[in-house]
């Protein structure tokens, strides 16, 4: 797709007149866009195979390149060219302009009249092409014809709402469910004017994909419940930006009116996203507009919150931070790039230590370890390599959930398997998932805690081909397995194959870079290294201490044991930590809380200063993809009141300063901190060695004790438990549109067929956090596996369930 | 131009000219006067001035407003502000303020900006949006000048319903649209 195609193969054509080569292949509608000739089209997309389905697009063909021409006008957008042959458009043959005519007739014979309250009015290729390709006036309704009608709108799912008459059946909704995104939950169905997209009764159209149809659509006959009748294409404002949901860093077009998200559309970038993006970037975007928005800042006063001015709040902040003792930094994975050098250097600069950790999830020690030795600064796989690669190897990884282009790369590169040369997708999970079949991947079946084993046995196996084209794409999920990452990386190293790291938040892989980690400083440079640390000390003008610090377990047991005694949190939800309840604790037993926030949480109420922040859509900033791809987007509103992270953090240091703490950041805006990043540049000395600089690490409490804690032989009645977050789930940045959340699947847990048979459709679940009862399913998992999505019910997993690497009883859930 | 011509000017322009022109006074005097008496007295306009604009009901009262914003794309002026909304059936009949899907939740024109072409009575698809003859639009503040859809809808005639209610002449839409609903019942145009 990025490549442009080879030139040896050239065709040359006559279009209207005009002599031109083409590559052998390229369809005569597209060689008549090189020579200027918009041929008018309905189904022809080019992302999805050609299929002639609207007609639109006829051309006189007086000759086929064999000396003799097409009888009847044909379809340019399943014609591909050939040597000598003359292509007649509408721009200069009569026959192709009256088929074209007659084509357009034929549409419009039984569509509504709609236009007005069509969502797809004003940006519509049919109202676009009848005016340009069409007739006047209808002789169908001149006679007296009755058009076809149908009741509308139906929902083909709680989100994708279907209006039959306005259908032109060009089959580019059916083609991309099938052929993208691998949902083939709708089809067209009946014949003649009956002709219909229809769905499935008892499947419904549940994709994460779905919202893309509706963009493809040429027609208004898919419009989304989130997007109708909202406003016209004319009153928006389009603003490029990108998605803030994954670590994909997809192109996305916000339309906004009024200071108002409107709707959010695919941008067209084919390096990264192509023309699609998932259901969340593109309808998750109401959690910035929700009620518990925060909107001024706060402080405690007698226990309350209460309103406050900025300054106030900065120096109260500042005074605070100056006298709780040591302070640790969590930023969350939510940051964009320049606010993660913010929390980096306001760690370093005003606070004086290393204890900052951007992993608000279960994390270790050996992950810390593995970022800095292998992924920062690594620009290794690209979205293209994945095309290319001959296999590639997911570990903790389940892209359609957690990483929705990749698996939509994946799926392309995987489905041309049938014509040679497809790459081969190896998953190590516990069980062949859907998104798994769909990429037309091999599983290595592993128990969660035995991935480390199974990515050391790879190698062995020839049957997957791990070699010098090989891609290892390892998910975030793998930090709990010990020794995971190692073997990854191992893995890797032996065989020459490249390895990529997929964290599921768009600012993770930005705040590795701008060094929210204890073991790490901007441009990744190892804390470890003196030459690391004076190079940054002398840009900063501070010393750097010199031991890595806590990561985010250490810093909340050291709050908890009183040895921190303040903290400043950014977009941290307890929930996801590896301990909410010790989270929770330690935010009480702090003595003083920061925190910046969007939305009020238990981070907020528990916090003795609350700064409301900007959502992405007031700032600019930059998103760092999985690949190490800088995705940089401008603010689309500009809103005084909601400033950056950077602009609070360095309001508080330059307060804290005043107070003899520390010295101030030094920028201000988004373009300050840019420059500054940009100054400092990577680093060009020692890496750290994976393997090395672990013991350097304090140890983390928690997770280590887990790691070791987790029995690994098989107790009678104790399953281990496997998890990941469901794309569609309860997390925080989905709230606000109840029709994308019911698209979502239904929680389930997911047991051996064995084991099913024994506890029935309905099982408890508990472990050594509480116990959850959920609809139960049979899948091929080890006999002593569970699967349960990890934020689909209650508070999640980690509240509710159990901890990380621990296991769970079943029990028959009889009442349900 | 003191010439000595002056000296030779007739006994007509020394002595009749300059009190003739009180002639001219004088008769005015027993004319009809022209002179309006607004605002003590409203005048009629011509019977198609473009004047303040109405948005129409259907006889029963429900609005003819679709909410599509055509004419706000048609305003040179930019004038209109239109949002629009889904209309639902639900059992209480809260939720239909239009026939058919959609009706205008937010209609707003500005006569701070408006220049009353009447541009956009030709975009209207559905006749809700015509001028009436009304042409007293000032106030003393801004604010006042943006004038709200209640401000600018008809005025309920006999017979017409406060929205939101149920379609009441009609299964659907279209009976409305095709003026499907009995000859009894008159154009709620004005
Ligand atoms: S699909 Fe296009 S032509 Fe058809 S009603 Fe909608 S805007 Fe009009
Ligand atoms: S619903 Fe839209 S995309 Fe699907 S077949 Fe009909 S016109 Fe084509
Ligand atoms: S007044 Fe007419 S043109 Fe304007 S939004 Fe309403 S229906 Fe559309
Ligand atoms: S565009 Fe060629 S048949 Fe539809």
Known sequence: MTTVPEKTDLVTLTIDGVQLSVPKDTLVIRAAEQVGVQVPRFCDHPLLAPVGACRQCLVDVPDAGNGRGFPKPQASCTLPVAEGMVVNTQATSPVADKAQQGIMEFLLINHPLDCPVCDKGGECPLQNQAMSNGRADSRFSARGGVKRTYPKPINISAQVLLDRERCVLCARCTRFSEQIAGDPFIALVERGALQQVGIYEREPFESYFSGNTIQICPVGALTSADYRFRSRPFDLVSTPSVAEHDACGSAIRIDHRRGKVMRRLAGNDPEVNEEWITDKDRFGFHYATEPDRLTYPQIREDGELRPASWPEAFAVAARGLSEAGGTGVLTGGRVTAEDAYAYSKFARVALGTNDIDFRSRPHSAEEAAFLAAEVVLRRTVTYADLESASTVVLAGLEPEDEAGMIFLRLRKAAGRAGSGGGTRVVSIAPYASRGLAKMHGQLVRTAPGDEAAALAALVAQGEFGIDKTAVILVGERLATVPGALSAAAGLAARTGARLAWVPRRAGDRGAVEAGCLPNLLPGGRPVADAGARVDVGADWGVDVPETPGRDADGIIAALGSGELGGVVVGGVDPDDTTDPAATRAALEAASFVVALELRETDVTRAADVVFPVAPVSDKAGTFVTWEGRPRPFEAVFSSPSSLPDLRILAGIAEELSALGVGRPLGFRTVAEARAEMEEMGPWDGERAVLGGSETALRPSSTTEEAGAGAPSSTTEGHFALATWKLMIDNGSLQDGDKAYRATGRAPVARLSPTAYDAHGPTVTLTGDRGSVTLPAEPAELDDDVVWVPANSFGNGVLADLASPGSRVTIAKGADQ | ?190
């Open chain 2, 1 to 190: 131009m003191a010439q000595p011509k002056s000296q030779s000017r007739s006994m007509k322009e020394q002595f009749w000219d300059p009190v003739a022109g009180f002639g001219v006074t004088f008769r005015t005097m027993f004319k009809k006067v022209v002179t309006e008496q607004y605002p003590f007295e409203k005048q009629p306009t011509a019977p198609r001035f473009h004047g303040r604009h109405q948005l129409n009901r259907w006889p029963d009262g429900l609005e003819k407003c679709i909410g599509c914003e055509l004419c706000a794309w048609a305003c040179p002026a930019d004038a209109i502000y239109v949002e629009g909304a889904t209309n639902t059936d639900d059992a209480d009949g809260e939720g239909r303020y239009s026939p058919g899907e959609r009706y205008g939740r937010v209609y707003q024109i500005n006569y701070l900006r408006c220049i009353l072409c009447g541009l956009c009575i030709e975009a209207c698809p559905t006749r809700a949006l015509t001028m009436t003859n009304e042409y007293e639009l000032a106030d003393t503040t801004r604010a006042d000048l943006i004038y709200e859809k209640s401000d600018l809808l008809a005025p309920l005639l006999p017979g017409m319903e406060q929205p939101p209610h149920p379609m009441r002449l009609g299964d659907d839409e279209g009976s409305y649209y095709r003026g499907e609903y009995g000859a009894s019942a008159k154009e709620g145009d004005s």
